[in-house]
């Protein structure tokens, strides 16, 4: 029988909440339509947010909303979204289905949703198309308290307090759609463009985040690291499991046993990408001061049918919540070095926690599991691990059978485990080092691998209380079913 041996005793690193973050682009309707409707919307909505929407995100604790892109963000004018809105310019989304950009939703619309939601902002800057200086003042523009052009232009606009920026990306995939440039051009714009992002006011200095590698590319990292570490807090990581390569990307809800396998073992693919950029990040950072930021990850499947191509619309099963489950468990023991994850993308968008059509929402399978988990944002990461439980799969794709992390916040241990066959159920006991508990809260979630929500049936997967565990001293017993997550909450 698998067993998970949890030393509570040996606290190995501690989580960010920012672990937990989320990316929201002006791609589809991940924000227009899916959480911003503006303030005329029959749909209700406070200062133009989606109400049903920012309720449900509070639930899952949001710590970081990473804004506007992704590639837009390289074609992002921040000026083009400030000052009354009928004044704002109307443009085409050239990157993401050549729809009407109005720029109704800017800075000041950006900074009320965070505060709505409580969390908070990662702005992510124009290096591919913008210049130093608008750059730079947007940051004076957002975060500057005294008299000066920009902040009395925000003033103008309607507010006085300058805003907290906690974390600014300096250009997005500038090995790509952010300006194809080498890792070289990138760094020498790197130390140039950040040097203008001011700390202004006294306040806690702004975490900025250089432009890291595209998944395996060990050489990006290694370039950055040597040319710009020393300017650096944070260097992020994009990596999409999008198994069947970018032509043939397969359908999100319709699939067989080797797509299930071959997602799975593509997503725990990440675990390597954490160790080998760790590795290289530990000979010019043995400190760790530099943060590892996943700004971009999740799963990447064909379009919903009927809809546009650009705007990256799919549905969430529970093969993208045993995506979720196995990648945030995997962050958990790399959170040394992880400070930050956002999930692509929040709403509409990719692996999205939340799906809109009109005004209805419907939470996918993913949410669930972000809710779940919630217990390790702000915790001490646990030495754990599972002996006995063995590998499922196929030949040609092998993956544990289970995979798990724990963690420690006020006095209550949080266990989360992912049982990733599709048709194996699994007894497990999870033995405490010396700890008897008095009191063990679980939930899960389980369905059939392609079990989806639809607006029409909006909670065919979801969360439930799980009871069926037994206790017996510092043991507790339980199965897990095939294709399943659960959470314990430990007291
Ligand atoms: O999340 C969708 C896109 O994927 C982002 O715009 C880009 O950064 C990445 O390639």
Redesign the pocket.
């Known amino acids: 029988m698998p067993k998970l041996y949890i030393n509570e005793g040996k606290k190995l690193s501690h989580i960010n909440p920012e672990v937990y973050g989320h ?1 929201s ?1 002006h ?1 589809g309707r991940g924000i227009y339509g899916g959480i911003y409707v503006g303030e005329d919307s029959d749909i209700p909505n406070v200062n133009g947010m989606r109400t049903d929407v920012v309720e449900a995100l509070k639930k899952i604790k949001v710590p970081v909303l990473r804004w506007p ?4 963000a390289d074609e992002y004018h921040w000026m083009d979204g400030i000052g009354p809105k009928e004044g704002r310019k109307k443009m085409i989304n050239t ?1 993401w289905g050549g729809v009407l950009e109005d720029n109704s939703f800017g800075t000041h619309e950006f900074m009320e949703l965070c505060a709505q939601l409580g969390c908070k902002p990662y702005i992510n800057g124009n290096v591919g198309s913008g210049t130093v200086r608008e750059m730079s003042e947007w940051v004076e523009y957002m975060t500057f308290a005294g008299t000066s052009p920009m902040a009395d232009l925000r003033r103008r606009n309607g507010r006085e307090d300058p805003w907290r920026v906690d974390y600014f990306g300096v250009g ?2 500038n090995w ?2 952010g300006g194809n440039m080498t890792p070289e051009y990138y760094g020498n714009l790197y130390r140039r463009y950040q040097t203008y992002v001011r700390n202004y006011n006294d306040q806690e200095p702004i975490f900025k985040i250089a432009c890291g590698p595209n998944g395996d590319d060990y050489g990006w990292c290694e370039s950055l690291m040597a040319s710009c570490h020393n300017y650096m807090d944070g260097l992020s990581l ?1 990596y ?1 499991v999008c198994p069947n390569g970018w032509n043939h990307k397969g359908s999100a809800t319709e699939f067989d046993k080797d797509a299930w396998y071959k997602t799975l073992d593509a997503a725990l693919f990440m675990e390597e990408l954490l160790r080998r950029h760790s590795a290289i990040m530990d000979r010019y950072d043995p400190e760790k001061k530099v943060g590892l930021i996943v700004d ?1 990850w999740g799963n990447w499947f064909d379009v919903e049918p009927g809809t546009n191509p650009g705007f ?1 619309y799919q549905q969430n099963s529970m093969r993208d919540a045993l995506v979720a489950a196995v990648t945030l468990n995997t962050f958990n023991k790399h959170s040394d070095r992880v400070k930050m994850a956002c999930i ?2 929040m709403v509409n ?2 692996q999205s926690v939340i799906l809109t059509e009109g005004d209805r929402m419907l939470l996918t399978p993913t949410y669930h599991v972000f809710h779940m988990y919630r217990g390790h944002q702000g915790g001490d990461l646990l030495d754990s691990c599972l002996v006995g439980a063995g590998q499922t799969g196929t030949p040609e794709h092998k993956v544990p059978s289970l995979q798990e992390s724990a963690s420690r916040k006020d006095g209550v241990i949080t266990v989360t485990l992912a049982n990733l066959s599709m048709e194996e159920e699994y007894p497990v006991t999870a033995a405490l080092a010396e700890m008897v508990p008095t009191q063990v809260e679980a939930s899960i979630l389980t369905g059939d691998m392609t079990a989806h929500n639809t607006f029409q049936e909006p909670e065919t997967v979801k969360e439930a209380a799980f009871d069926a565990i037994s206790c017996s001293g510092k043991e507790m017993s339980f199965t897990m079913p095939p294709c399943s997550v659960v959470s314990l909450r430990i007291r």
């Open positions: 990316f682009e791609l892109g992704g590639c837009f990157h997005n995939e790509g759609c994009h999409y971009e990256l692509a993308q968008v990719l």
